[in-house]
């Protein structure tokens, strides 16, 4: 079955530490993003990427940044620079307008 | 700038309907998007219409748009326990062919 699959679930990060956030997905979607959701907000948009081997910033990269070497994989790696990571992060590609999720990365930081 | 805004809680009895407002300002928004989250997981697209329809029914949901007011609905008749998530809407933004999200509305279902 196509879709997208996101890891881990549950992640937990040390103060000054950077962590990545695998995202993959087998719908053959040319478009992937990444956004960051926090209780009462609506979702907002980190990175995207419309093809291989080029990406965008979103409202909010600041403290994040991505890669896309493979149309399968759009990983986002949150640094040490993210002052307030803790979060839900979801990834998503898209075929037109047609936005497919993953089931999310919950980050905290102890 | 372009906003989506929607109520944060509804409450409503089960089997009663159930509508969900979402109010845009962006008026060239080709696409509008009803999706379903449930707790501690992905969004799930549950419907969509274009900006040349004023209505669309599947099944339990209905979804209205005023184009003019800028104002999207979405309906869910007899409402049930399965129902009770967060409803997200969201609006094109054709600049850069991205999303524009609201706040999301938890729909709490009362026995």
């Known amino acids: 079955d196509g879709g997208i699959t996101q890891s881990p679930k549950y992640l937990f990060r040390k103060e000054g530490q950077n962590v990545t956030l695998s995202c993959e997905q087998n719908l053959n979607h040319d478009a992937m993003y990444w956004y960051r959701q926090d209780p009462g907000q609506g979702l907002r948009l980190i990175y995207y990427s419309q093809i291989v081997n080029d990406f965008q910033k979103g409202d909010i990269a600041e403290g994040y940044s991505v890669s896309r070497e493979k149309k399968e994989s759009f990983p986002l790696t949150v640094t040490s620079a993210q002052k307030n990571p803790t979060a839900f992060y979801l990834c998503a590609s898209s075929i037109n307008y047609g936005y497919t999720f993953g089931s999310g990365t919950r980050l905290t930081v102890v | 700038g372009e906003d989506v805004e929607q109520s944060l809680f509804l409450s409503v009895r089960e089997g009663d309907s159930s509508v969900i407002n979402c109010t845009y300002t962006?008026?060239?928004?080709?696409?509008l998007y009803w999706y379903k989250q449930e707790p501690g997981a992905g969004l799930q697209l549950l419907t969509y219409?274009?900006?040349n329809m004023d209505m669309k029914q599947d099944q339990r949901l209905t979804v209205l748009l005023n184009k003019k007011d800028k104002h999207l609905s979405l309906r869910i008749a007899d409402t049930q326990t399965g129902d009770s998530a967060i409803y997200f809407c969201?609006?094109?933004?054709?600049?850069?062919?991205?999303?524009?999200w609201g706040a999301g509305t938890k729909l709490i279902i009362k026995p």
């Open positions: 969201a609006v094109t933004r054709e600049s850069n062919y991205q999303l524009i």
């Open positions: 962006d008026s060239s928004s080709t696409y």
């Open positions: 219409i274009f900006s």
